[in-house]
């Protein structure tokens, strides 16, 4: 017995010594790839917008054109989905999809993450973010709010938040115009 014992005790610490399994390790490696990706310049072309999921769940952040390192601008726990930089550079329009699933809302945001406002209602409608207008006070989208079956096109300003309908489409149809 003592000797079965002290045979364990000398084996032990090469079964934990071993090559670590190679699927584990790539596995382990794979999941920790981040992505970046949606990239949206600023007008004055000093800097670019992306989503990224660096720090865990895809988020808008932002690096200047010459380089260094991205400051990041929204923080929520539900991914961001698509953004747009408006043509003032003041605003940067984008998606959130709670959950990560459907009933994807709009935002907006100062670049450097103050005054974020929902522009949509927030409800169990699904929304797409299309693009803004020339002058920035307003911004196109595509939403099911009307009529669940389909995907309407708005014109939304930004200010007041107003949605104006510009394009119903019949079911099963309709992308939001850029």
Do not use: H
């Amino acid at each position: 017995m003592m000797r079965t014992l002290v045979a364990l005790l000398l084996v032990l610490p090469q079964i934990a010594a071993a090559d670590p399994d190679p699927i584990t390790e790539k596995v382990t490696r794979m999941a920790a790839v981040g992505f970046s990706a949606a990239p949206s310049f600023a007008p004055d072309g000093a800097s670019l917008a992306f989503l990224s999921n660096m720090n865990g769940v895809p988020q808008i952040f932002i690096v200047p054109t010459e380089g260094g390192w991205p400051v990041q601008v929204t923080s929520g726990n539900d991914p961001v989905g698509s953004l747009a930089w408006s043509p003032k550079g003041d605003l940067i329009a984008y998606t959130v999809a709670p959950g990560g699933g459907l009933n994807a809302q709009v935002y907006v945001v100062a670049p450097d993450g103050t005054g974020v406002r929902r522009l949509t209602a927030g409800g169990k409608e699904n929304n797409s973010l299309g693009g803004w207008t020339d002058d920035g006070a307003a911004l196109t989208l595509s939403s099911n709010e009307r009529d669940p079956a389909s995907f309407d096109a708005y014109l939304v300003d930004v200010k007041s938040g107003r949605k104006t309908l510009v394009l119903p489409r019949s079911a099963g149809s309709g992308a939001c115009p850029r």
